[in-house]
């Protein structure tokens, strides 16, 4: 059989998948069955066209189905009771994820995953299963928001395809998306009434919704767009009244309350005391090291002592050495060098250094060291009087499981450190993130800086960032190529970026199994089959994992 270009795609996928034609279908809905949220934006503005729909599926062999954002499938209508068994057997059942990684070529995951609506007839599905079946499927956007909300599906059995269900259905999707742009500016109706009611109150006051930014005078002058992912991550987790650093290093007092279901936060935000000054601001954006990772490395710089700096690979260690050197010169010797020259030519290089250079000797990778390099430079620092700062590496990818700090650092080394100083990793900065962002911005482009938007920056507090600051260096760089002007919006960023900003926070263990997810299916081109096998756990627990993770395979 010959088939279409987009449907041949479509099995394409679902073999990367690790999909089989002869996949049991009815195994789908004990493989990732979660519950519904029957108060959803999108189911309240479908059942009514749903009911509509079902008087018209009264007494044939049709089903309607609905799915959400995640392809889960979250209403049906059918017309015929034996229709509903039939779905019942291959798992197309409420509460079930109906995704192509999972379910194969059909008319709810495959227009997930293209964004356009398509018909599949018969033959055309991957699955065995689902062959009996001929559907079209359209997805749901919001109008308001440019949002893919969900993807509407009409199913029947193959004897029953009819070219005019096509056009029923888009009629439907039109009135699902008409009442989605009524809720919308309900929400943002009730936002703007709650922001206006709270404009007597002296402090500064701001009110974000889905996509609406409300705030006072006062707001504009103390909020930066910057602060706003920080603000929405925190009203997902606290209500009442906390205390938070703005990105200006302004403590605040921030009191949130919801406005109602769907329609955003409201803010109050009082400063505890001033900002920081000009030149504290420039200094923090310019450093990538955390700020009381800086101080401590200052405060070694004027006794000069010896320091210890470990970390995951990317999370600034060379930008700490140069901190920790300040105005005196520094020359750096990587261990990585080892082999290229043979340990006695390093070692002789390294005794040049001590005895000439006046600045900060830098030793990189210690951890890589053998024995008679580690030995020397023992000695070397029992005998001299030269200043020297040694970097290792923490959690590296390539270990399974990462090393705690400084543990592959040999003893004789360790005992004669006078501090050891440990940079977080990026997931642990998420607060951090949107300065980061903008000063790495303006390395990446010194002259002509694109101008970051809170969406943007959003999008960006919600990364994993498994290769810390240096990936989020490559993204930016990335997405600035080609890019002569204009602000960098999420929608820029989407691509690049695989967690979406409602995926919800994860917590260290999740974290940990992202990581480790992502990196097995980038080792064995996404096939999600090997990952499985890499990784010791089965295909099923991998893909539940893949969901609840918000894990984009491509």
């Not at 482009?445 to 990936?471: F, K």
């Amino acid at each position: 059989m010959t088939l279409r270009a987009e449907i041949a795609q479509s099995w394409r996928r679902a073999e990367l998948s690790g999909l089989r034609p002869d996949s049991p279908a009815d195994r789908l809905a004990g493989a990732d069955v979660a519950d519904i949220d029957t108060r959803s934006r999108l189911l309240r503005a479908a059942d009514p066209v749903l009911d509509e729909v079902s008087r018209h599926l009264h007494d044939t062999r049709l089903s309607v189905l609905l799915a959400d954002r995640d392809c889960r499938i979250v209403a049906r209508r059918y017309g015929d009771r034996a229709l509903e068994r039939a779905l019942d057997a291959v798992s197309a059942v409420p509460g079930c994820r109906f995704s192509e990684e999972v379910s194969g070529t059909n008319s709810l995951a495959t227009p997930y995953e293209v964004r356009r609506g398509m018909a599949v007839h018969g033959d055309e599905h991957f699955l065995d299963a689902l062959k009996p079946f001929t559907c079209y499927g359209h997805p749901i956007t919001n109008p308001a928001t440019g949002r893919l909300e969900g993807v509407l599906d009409i199913t029947g059995l193959v004897e029953d395809a009819n070219p005019l269900l096509a056009p029923f259905l888009l009629q439907a999707v039109t009135d699902i998306e008409r009442r989605l742009l009524d809720g919308s500016n309900l929400a943002q109706q009730r936002l703007l009434a709650a922001f206006q009611a709270a404009q007597h109150r002296s402090a500064a006051v701001l009110a974000l919704g889905e996509d609406v930014v409300l705030a006072n005078s006062a707001a504009v002058d103390l909020v930066d767009p910057a602060d706003h992912p920080m603000l929405r991550d925190l009203s997902r987790t606290r209500r009442g009244v906390r205390r938070v650093r703005l990105s200006s290093g302004t403590e605040v007092e921030v009191r949130m309350e919801a406005v109602s279901v769907n329609a955003g936060m409201l803010f109050e935000l009082a400063p505890l005391r001033p900002a920081y000054s000009a030149a504290t601001r420039r200094r923090s954006a310019e450093s990538v090291v955390p700020a009381d990772v800086e101080d401590r490395l200052r405060r070694s710089a004027q006794a000069r002592r010896r320091v210890l700096i470990t970390g995951e690979p990317g999370t600034g260690r060379g930008a700490a050495t140069a901190v920790l050197a300040g105005s005196d010169p520094v020359t750096r010797v990587d261990a990585g060098d080892l082999t290229l020259l043979g340990e006695a030519e390093w070692v002789r290089r390294l005794d040049r250094l001590a005895a000439s250079h006046q600045g900060l000797v830098v030793v990189r990778d210690v951890h890589l060291l053998s024995s008679l390099p580690v030995s020397r430079l023992a000695r070397l620092l029992d005998e001299s009087s030269a200043w020297f700062a040694f970097t290792a590496r923490t959690g590296d990818p390539a270990h399974a499981g990462g090393t705690t700090s400084g543990g592959e650092v040999d003893g004789e080394l360790l005992a004669r450190v006078h501090r050891r100083v440990e940079l977080p990793p990026l997931r642990a900065r998420r607060g951090d993130i949107p300065t980061l962002a903008r000063a790495v911005l303006a390395g990446v482009r010194p002259t002509g800086t694109p101008r970051l938007t809170a969406g943007a920056l959003e999008l960006l507090a919600a990364q994993p960032w498994p290769g810390n600051l240096r990936e989020l260096e490559t993204v930016l760089t990335d997405v600035t190529e080609g890019r002569s002007a204009g602000d960098i919006t999420a929608r820029d960023l989407a691509p690049l970026c695989p967690v979406t900003t409602t995926a919800p926070a994860l917590s260290g263990w999740q974290r940990a199994e992202y990581e480790a997810i992502t990196r097995a299916l980038a080792a064995v081109g996404g096939n999600k089959v090997q990952a499985a096998r890499d990784l010791g756990i089965s295909r099923s627990t991998l893909y539940n994992r893949i969901r609840t993770l918000h894990i984009t395979t491509g």
